[in-house]
């Protein structure tokens, strides 16, 4: 007897929803044909929605009593809406797919099979292009992985989506790391076990809006580095140190000038140039360390990462 969990963090996705109920449900006939499961229940995380996300839900809910659904008094973010969705979850998989069709259910057949024949723990899914996205956008986004990989001893992967389908135990070593700062991208790698990576072409959503903007991936991304990695930190002693050593041989040049040739020490503008270079240094070093600061503040004040306002 296995039973697979279904779960989806829904943002205004009035307009998603009727469809991804659709295509789950064939989805999971098929994987109930092939004996790959038993049954399935849903759990969807209403994040705040402006819209009738909730109530299509509660409709859902009345028709079919495999679907259940968390609602929360505001919106607490993707990352709060899947931790929610997998703490409510009992089957003994797991899956989890964004409720724009991105993620498409039919895949969900494929990933079960590695789990259950090929000794995986986990099956995930990264996009192999990012057709459809601001070159920009992509541009950044490389740089991103890059950095990250550089500086956090995780394997983040490039382009790794937030579909997944987990173990029992998988999710349970995902639930224990219990940080309010969540990176999903780096939590998932982090708590190791074997995972097999499927890829697929970027496809646009079905329905609604993308509801990242550029700015929120920026404040993402830095999120993601400071949870993961204290190396920014040794960057500002790195800075420090190196300044240090400029200062030092520019002090040596002057007094050496001025011994042999007597040459006057130029006035304030070297002065004010030296003066906004080592303010700029300190300001970025303190910032870096108010990253880590406000990360130790959130956790210590030890807020719930959501409130939920209605559960069925
Ligand atoms: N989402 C959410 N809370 C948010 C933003 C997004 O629960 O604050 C959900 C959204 O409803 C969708 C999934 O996360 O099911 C992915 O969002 P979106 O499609 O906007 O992101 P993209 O696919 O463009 O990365
Ligand atoms: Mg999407």
Request: proline share 4%; glycine share 6%.
């Amino acid at each position: 007897m296995s039973k697979l969990s279904i779960v989806v963090p829904c943002f205004n996705e009035e307009e998603a929803l009727p469809f991804f109920y659709e295509e789950s449900q064939k989805a999971i006939a098929g994987l109930i044909e092939k004996k790959l499961i038993d049954s399935a229940e849903y759990v969807f995380v209403d994040d705040g929605s402006k819209d009738k996300t909730v109530e299509i839900l509660r409709q859902l809910a009345e028709k079919d009593k495999n679907v259940h659904f968390v609602s929360f008094s505001r919106n607490f973010g993707k990352e709060a809406a899947i931790y929610a969705g997998l703490n409510k979850t009992c089957g003994d998989y797991v899956a989890t797919l964004d409720a724009d069709l991105q993620d498409p259910p039919s895949l969900i057949g494929e990933m079960l099979e590695a789990i259950q024949n090929e000794d995986y723990d986990c099956a995930a899914t990264r996009r192999v292009d990012r057709k459809g996205e601001p070159p920009i956008r992509s541009f950044f986004a490389r740089m991103f992985y890059k950095i990250m990989r550089k500086l956090c001893n995780i394997e983040v992967v490039d382009g790794a989506r937030d579909f997944r389908v987990m173990t029992r135990v998988y999710v349970n070593a995902v639930l224990s790391l219990s940080e309010k700062n969540r990176f999903s991208k780096g939590i998932f790698p982090w708590v190791g076990f074997k995972t097999k990576w499927f890829e697929y072409e970027n496809r646009e959503r079905v329905a609604g809006e993308t509801k990242w903007s550029f700015h929120k991936l920026f404040l993402y991304s830095i999120d993601g580095i400071t949870a993961f990695s204290v190396k920014p930190l040794m960057l500002s002693s790195i800075l420090g140190i190196f300044s240090l050593i400029i200062a030092f041989l520019m002090i040596i040049l002057i007094i050496v000038r001025k011994m042999i040739w007597g040459d006057p020490v130029a006035g304030w503008p070297s002065m004010v140039c030296i003066i906004v270079f080592i303010g700029g240094l300190q300001l970025f070093s303190v910032g870096i360390l108010g990253q880590y600061l406000a990360k130790i503040y959130t956790e210590t004040k030890d807020r719930p990462l959501y409130i939920v306002r209605e559960e069925v």
